[in-house]
């Protein structure tokens, strides 16, 4: 038997407006009631079911903000969306924390308004029904019962590696708000495993299907930031020889995550405000405005609060940004995860080298636990990735870095001096700043170094390990780790029996 077609209410006191709702609705095909004060619309709540209730945020006897509160008390499944009077963001945030689906922002776009009800309606029960005649707006929805949770979403969570209780309250979280339209903020320091929470948010949304489009935003160019973000159509900039998409139209029907969303300048932070608001953008060069349908997911290491107070991010979007905190906590913080993060690590480190896994033995988790890790899961990853290089027995062997394996500074002819050397600068007093990312330093010295040693060697791997001081292993996981392309005419066969 065919579940029945949606069914919606609004609640609105202008009749106008009131039918100009239930007419777009009737038109794609969704069964509507209408109800004119709270109190009717309790009456009608209490008398139906339904799939989604959209109500005006202030009515004559009351707000709409009591409506999602009684369906929360009653543990309804209807889900609530919100119009609100333009510019209100304070009223629209408060309802997304309370646990609105999604809001609109009054006078609303149609096109916007037929988008947010069919993404509303999608995991209620009911039916989307596929229009017969007209244009399609926006994404067209799945015409499904309630879809099951997406493959990935256990995948994706389970990734959130580890028992202990800040991490259980990760899981719990993300799995809690993932099915909503609210936006998410993500705050954990470098390494903490940001994107992959984002991943299993996206992953265990409504959403899923659609596409996670994730961005670097301290990655791009300040000159190139608004035509990556909402596109740019053919002749708007020198180079621009065809229409592209940006960021935006890319993650329509799905999720846009924005890493390091605190390093965007502020000329684009008002742009991106604008854009979550208005829910449409403008490309390069066009005159016309497109609506977008996307869920946007943001990530930061920053203490953005205290950007706002020094005016380094706007009050507006941090705000609109930060509607649901998902706080990750550092490894430092959890210890308890070790031996799981350790042997998940181990094991997709195995599987991408070809290497054997060696024992992870209660001596070297007692070694990787004295250790600061102060760059938390990626900085553990490192350490094991050398580990496992280093590793000649059956079981890891856990040696700190030296100079001569670390790739901080191997021991080639004097050619890089101290005052060539930031680090040894800094030793001296300088004042030359610290890497920001200190792995991401040391992989390029350290692969400038290998490359080098291995040009004056002729891509002789023997001659280089012997004058590096390494093994021949260990230069091949160097090699592979570091993407250093050897030329296949230059390198001679390796020796029978030769592997260290």
Known sequence: MNAPTACILVVDDEPDLRTLYELTLLREGYRVETAASVQEAREQIKANRFDVVIADMRLPDGFGMELLQDLREQQRRERCVVMTAYGSAENAVEALRCGAFDYLTKPVDLRQFRSVVASAVQGTGGVVPVRRSGPSHGRQPSASIEPPPAAGAGAALERLIGASQAMSDVRQRVAKIARGMAPVLIHGESGTGKELVAQA??????????????????????????????????GSYTGAFQD???????????????????????????????????????????????????????????????????????????YRLNVIEIVIPPLRERREDLPALCNALLQRIAQESGMPLPALTQRALNAIAAHPLRGNVRELENLLHRAVALSDGQELQVDWPSAKTSGAT????ARTSESQDPLARNNAGST?????????????????????????SRFNRSATAVRLGISMRQIGYRIKRLNIAVPNDQEPPEPHGGID
């Open 201 to 234: 948010l996206h992953a265990s949304s409504q959403r899923a299907d659609g596409p996670l489009i994730a961005v670097n935003c301290g990655a791009i160019p300040e000159n190139l930031l608004e035509a990556e973000f909402f596109g740019a159509r053919k």
């Open 244 to 318: 592209r998409d940006g960021y935006f139209q890319a993650a329509r029907g799905g999720t846009l995550f924005l890493d390091e969303i605190g390093d965007l300048p502020l000329v684009m932070q008002s742009k991106l405000l604008r854009a979550i608001q208005e829910r449409s953008v403008r490309s390069l060069g066009s005159t016309q405005e497109e609506t977008v349908d996307v869920r946007i997911v943001s990530a930061t290491h920053r203490d953005l609060a205290a950007d706002v107070r020094a005016g380094r991010f706007r009050q507006d979007l941090y």
């Open 410 to 413: 191997p021991d080639l002819p």
């Open 432 to 456: 030359v700043p610290l890497p920001s990312d200190l792995q991401a330093w040391l992989d390029q010295h350290e692969r400038e170094i290998l490359v080098r040693a291995l040009r004056e």
